[in-house]
């Protein structure tokens, strides 16, 4: 357990809108909005106005095309396809009456697999959050916005890196996270964990894309970088997730790169 939702939340609500608290920033400019907050935000309406227990949220795609600032955020949400095997859900984020971000969800009727067994690679090895001793380095939870339990390997080490991420605070004050809620807030951690290098963190990603075939049971949300590539100023970045009780999706992002790094990895 990582402990009761008491710190402060990044939005509370007033009427239909959101309002971003000091917590909300983000790392490029302290007086706009980090990308996890406006994934998240977006999430949590969809899930809120559309979800239903017989469907699984199985793709959330995110396309930030401006930095909002910390102007109250207004959601507005459609119905696109609303089928019996196949809900598709679009929604906009909404800054001082501007559109900032688009979301496209597609959530997929539950039923049971098919006969048969299929290739699948292999669960990670990895050491359960409450094993792992708490890190000293605050950086490693951008001072206190989320928690982590590294695995191995670190921000922009040249090498294999996994870690499990938990949320300490709510996304909407007075809503407890809901399983898609808080991987849909954590979501955005893939574009750091992969794209970061030995400068630092050269690249913002200006979308972001969540699969997930069963949401998480667990508070723990496990990272492992799979993919790095990037050619003229262009990347992708991709992590596979997990829970405490294996795999749920992943998590991949496009993005651009900066012309000034964003800090350089710890020792």
Not at 195 to 208: E, F, H, K, M, P
Not at 221 to 227: D, L, M, P, R
Request: proline letters at 9%.
């Amino acid at each position: 357990m990582v402990g009761a939702m008491t710190n402060l939340p990044f939005f509370t609500q007033d009427n239909d809108a959101f309002i971003p608290t000091a917590a909300a920033n983000g790392p490029w400019d302290l007086n706009s909005l980090h990308g996890r907050v406006i994934i998240g935000l977006l999430g949590f309406a969809i899930e809120q106005r559309h979800g239903s227990d017989d469907f699984v949220p199985a793709r959330l795609t995110v396309d930030m095309f401006r930095l909002p600032g910390m102007a109250p955020i207004e959601v507005k949400t459609r119905v696109v396809r609303d089928g019996l095997r196949i809900k598709v859900v679009e929604a906009d984020f909404i800054s001082g009456g501007v559109a900032m971000a688009r979301a496209s969800c597609q959530l997929l009727r539950r039923t049971e697999n098919p006969a048969g067994n299929v290739w699948s690679p292999p669960n990670w090895d990895a050491p359960k959050p409450g094993d792992i001793p708490k890190p000293t380095d605050p950086r490693l939870g951008m001072n206190g916005k989320w928690a982590t339990r590294p695995i191995v390997g670190a921000m922009g080490s040249l090498g294999p890196r996994r870690l499990w991420m938990s949320e300490v605070r709510e996304l909407v004050e007075g809503h407890p996270l809901t399983p898609f809620t808080r991987v849909a807030v954590g979501c955005d951690f893939a574009s750091p964990f992969a794209n970061a290098g030995d400068q630092g963190l050269g690249y913002i990603n200006s979308d972001v894309t969540l699969y997930l075939h069963r949401l998480p049971v667990t508070e723990w949300i496990g990272f492992e970088v799979v993919n790095h590539r990037a050619t003229d100023g262009v990347a992708i970045g991709e992590c596979w997730l997990y829970d405490e009780q294996g795999p749920i999706g992943t998590s991949t992002v496009a993005a651009l790169a900066q012309k000034k790094p964003m800090g350089k990895p710890s020792p």
